[in-house]
């Protein structure tokens, strides 16, 4: 078979950029694949979608050397146009790519720029519609429907041409775990019953292999590092080795002492062969021991009985009552639009409760404004492009204490300081627009750190990001926790950054709090996760498969294990 | 999104909302252009309560253009007054008599100035019904795709669209900086003078800015992806064919305009003069 994707010796360096970010690719990828591409930030992986949808070179300029043909066609001489009749891209951002202001225009969008008639689209777009299932929401509007939503209409844009290969960009990174669950669910539908080749770009690994999929290619510092199946893939070391997160029970059973062949099947939790494993695994949970939990605390803030509602008839959220005690580090869960966000406003004061407290330190906050809440508290937003204002570093540190009125020398003295903390006093007198995402995010920690918060509330702090800069954010929130005993808050709703990050996990679901406990209770109970639209952990699956009854005793002895680990300096396997 | 907001499409089915894009947009051409060119008080009159039968025809609410119906009003009042204030005998000079009512000198007030003033007051009040339903009953993809029909580029006519589609997550990312602003300690209240509060202003456009760019973008290459601009004509979805109703409105409003800058022509002059 010819195949219908295929790079040889292929090279690109980008016009702004010195090395090549593509080294001597060689790939094939035939017909009615299914091939998942995974890689940290930076290693290439998008680039190489974007080669093959014609964004490279015609987006994005430079040079290439070596040859790339996908469905017969050269992209550089086809044009994007011209590969938008064979290759149907799918990108990250659900929200920025929704062009119509309904669905049923969105879903049209290539149709009318192929001049086809009005009542053959009316046809096309309906059709499409029952495929990915949203013909209830053709007359809607982009801010009615939800991330996941969003993202079918996104499908069936591409769909309606016809395509023969559908190219997802990280389709899973602004989705909840369930939803993201939906969405590789669909994917594979379309799959099979559309007989497409599918590429998925993600690295989320554990989370696509939801489905089956062919081959697996790992790509690394431009160049293509393994293209196994799943099944061996999982068993090597690459993934580690490239600084991806590997399945959490393939990770769990590695540091079990197990070792894994293909032949156990490792691609789906549910259809493993466990029975070589069993008795390793519960030999090791019977030897790690976890340690006393930390004496109760003071409360640092305390939510009491509190309810919202814009409408009133329509509460956004409704008795929720519980406490963050100082020096916790606490997550917030739930789908989005469960209320979370409303309920990080209400407590920075941008909303006014319609009943119930808020208690900072013991003391009512209801008649502090936002500044002055602002002060003992922190809000850290997800995209830090919309929390900088000012082009140097130094500067945007120092503005919340010059707007204050904080003498100069004083200032002076510490931002220096809180720049030492977020390691980036090197770079003080850089302008912002030099930095990476993750240094943007520390920067903008550290103008709120300035103002010495006693609780810092962090709305998705590790959003978009790949396991390598996820675990240097999150290990810099965890610093500034331990020595520096701010509390500190998550809003997310990723499962690991809970499980692995945090001690307690508050749950809202509807409006409702449906649970205020470990992460590892919430994430081994299955009426909670799907209340809360999160994914019942795989540690699950693994400790029931090796008829270890407490799993969320198993998994929280995980946690435990990967964080010895961890601070050891050891990503690998290691014996106890 | 609960309730109407501001100056935004409603969809709503009366005979208004079902005309074409086109056929609104040309009958709102020429209506304004007739109120503009005539100074026909009789004409106006009748135009006036054409206005404010098609308003309430289109049942659109009042919280869909209050506000801005109250912000016309009063540039109305400020016009009049200016009119009054610059060339208080404007009226005098127009229609060639003079009837002093009230005062002397240089500010006497002439019943020929009221007349006249309240004839410019009846131009903004036919003009503003139709212009405002204009707005609140024209799907802007249709619009955009009657645009397109009338010849003018797609581009533009997407242009607006797309503006149209990104304003409420425009108006999410304000709120959102604003908040957040705040909470670092830039108070926006009116406590402060109106220097600083344009300096402070300046710490919510940056970002909104910068958030707003990528998100343009992102955009534009979903837009390419999807094959925008690739040939000089495109289709719409939404495009509305010309019905009955449609050419029965073009014809009356065409009829309509000619009559009425006939009759304001016929004696030479645009001004309606009930003094000689």
């Known amino acids: ?576 | 999104m609960a309730g109407s907001r501001l100056l935004t499409y409603k969809e709503k089915n009366t005979w208004i909302h079902r005309l074409s894009g086109v056929t609104k947009m040309l009958f709102f051409l020429l209506w304004s252009i007739t109120g503009m060119l005539t100074y026909d008080t009789r004409i106006l009159i009748v135009m006036l309560i054409l206005s404010f039968v098609i308003f309430a025809l289109s049942r659109t609410e009042w919280a869909q253009v209050g506000t801005v119906f109250k912000f016309i009003l009063l540039f109305l009042c400020l016009n009049l007054l200016a009119v009054y204030a610059f060339s208080p005998h404007q009226g005098t000079i127009i229609y060639g008599t003079e009837t002093v009512l009230a005062f002397s000198g240089r500010y006497s007030l002439t019943a020929e100035q009221l007349f006249y003033e309240f004839n410019i007051m009846l131009k903004y009040l036919t003009v503003t019904p139709v212009v405002l339903m204009f707005i609140v009953t024209t799907n802007p993809s249709e619009f955009a795709a009657s645009l397109n029909k009338l010849g003018i580029s797609y581009n533009v006519g997407y242009a607006i669209a797309i503006a149209l589609r990104y304003v409420p997550d425009v108006q999410a990312d304000f709120t959102k900086i604003k908040h957040a602003q705040e909470a670092r300690g830039i108070e926006m209240s009116s406590k402060t003078s109106l220097w600083n509060r344009l300096k402070k202003m300046s710490m919510i456009i940056f970002p909104l800015l910068f958030s707003s760019m990528d998100r343009i973008d992102v955009v534009s290459n979903a837009m390419e992806l999807r094959g925008f601009g690739k040939h000089k004509k495109r289709t719409w979805y939404m495009a509305r064919k010309l019905t009955r109703n449609d050419y029965l409105t073009l014809a009356f409003v065409v009829a309509f305009a000619a009559i009425a800058l006939a009759i304001t022509f016929s004696d030479g002059s645009r001004f309606y003069n009930p003094f000689v």
Request: with cysteine; aromatic share 6%; glycine share 8%.
């Open chain 1, 1 to 576: 078979m010819t195949p219908i994707i295929e790079f040889k010796n292929y090279t690109f360096k980008y016009r702004s950029q010195t090395e090549p970010t593509l080294l001597d690719i060689n790939l094939s990828i035939y017909p009615g694949e299914k091939v998942l591409i995974v890689g940290p930030s930076g290693s290439g992986k998008s680039t190489l979608a974007h080669c093959i949808n014609g964004m490279v070179p015609f987006s994005f300029p430079g040079e290439s050397t070596g040859t790339l043909t996908v469905n017969g066609m050269d992209p550089a001489q086809t044009g994007i146009f011209g590969m938008s009749k064979s290759v149907g891209t799918v990108l990250q951002d659900t929200d920025g790519q929704f062009i119509g202001l309904t669905v049923a225009e969105d879903v049209a969008f290539a149709l009318e720029n192929d001049c086809v008639a009005q009542e053959k689209m009316f046809e096309l777009v309906d059709r499409v519609a029952e495929t990915v299932d949203i013909k209830r929401l053709l007359e809607h509007a982009p801010t009615e429907l939800s991330g996941g939503q969003k993202q079918r209409v996104s499908m069936a844009g591409v769909l309606v041409d016809d395509v023969d290969i559908l190219l997802f960009d990280e389709p899973l990174a602004n989705l909840d775990p369930a939803t993201g669950k939906r969405a590789i669910d669909l994917i594979d539908r379309i799959h099979r019953e559309k007989k497409k080749t599918v590429l998925i770009i993600e690295h989320r690994l554990e989370d696509v292999l939801y489905r089956d999929v062919d081959r697996i290619i790992v790509i690394g510092e431009g160049r293509v590092v393994a293209d196994q199946k799943p099944d061996d893939l999982l068993v090597s070391d690459v993934l580690i080795r490239e600084g991806i997160r590997e399945p959490l029970y393939v990770t769990a059973l590695k540091h079990a002492g197990c070792q894994l062949t293909a032949e156990d099947k490792p691609e789906h939790i549910e259809t493993m062969r466990l029975e070589r494993h069993r008795e390793k695994i519960r030999e090791w949970y019977g030897k790690v021991t976890l340690p006393d939990p930390k004496g109760e605390k003071e409360p640092a803030l305390e939510i009491l009985d509190l309810d919202f509602s814009y409408i009133s008839g329509n509460p956004i959220l409704a008795n929720i009552h519980f406490r963050i005690n100082r020096g916790e580090m606490l997550s917030i869960v739930g789908k989005n639009g469960a209320g979370k966000s409303t309920l990080s406003n209400l407590i920075c004061g941008f909303l006014n409760p319609d009943r119930g407290k808020i208690l900072l330190n013991g003391a009512d906050i209801a008649d502090k404004s936002i500044k002055e809440r602002g002060e003992v508290i922190g809000l850290v937003m997800q995209n830090p492009n919309q929390m900088i204002s000012k082009p140097m570093i130094f500067d945007e540190v120092a503005l919340g204490l010059t707007v204050r009125g904080v003498p100069e020398d004083e200032v002076k003295e510490r931002v220096g300081e809180t720049l030492k903390i977020c390691g980036l006093y090197p770079f003080r007198n850089w302008p912002i627009s030099a930095l990476s995402f993750g240094q943007k995010k520390r920067v903008t920690i550290a103008s709120i750190l300035v103002m010495n918060p006693s609780v810092l509330i962090l709305d998705e702090p590790t959003a978009g990001q790949d396991y390598r800069h996820y675990t240097e954010i999150m290990e810099f929130l965890k610093e500034l926790n331990e020595k520096y005993g701010i509390t500190i808050v998550m809003i997310t709703h990723d499962m690991h950054l809970m499980l692995e990050y945090t001690d307690r996990a508050i749950v809202i679901a509807d409006g409702q709090l449906i649970a205020d406990d470990t992460p590892a209770n919430v994430l081994t109970n299955e009426q909670i996760a799907d209340r809360a639209y999160l994914k019942k952990t795989s540690l699950y699956d693994l400790a029931v498969k090796c008829g270890i009854e407490d799993a969320s005793g198993f998994a929280e002895r995980f946690i435990y294990y990967e964080r010895q680990v961890r601070e050891n300096g050891r990503l690998q396997t290691a014996d106890l």
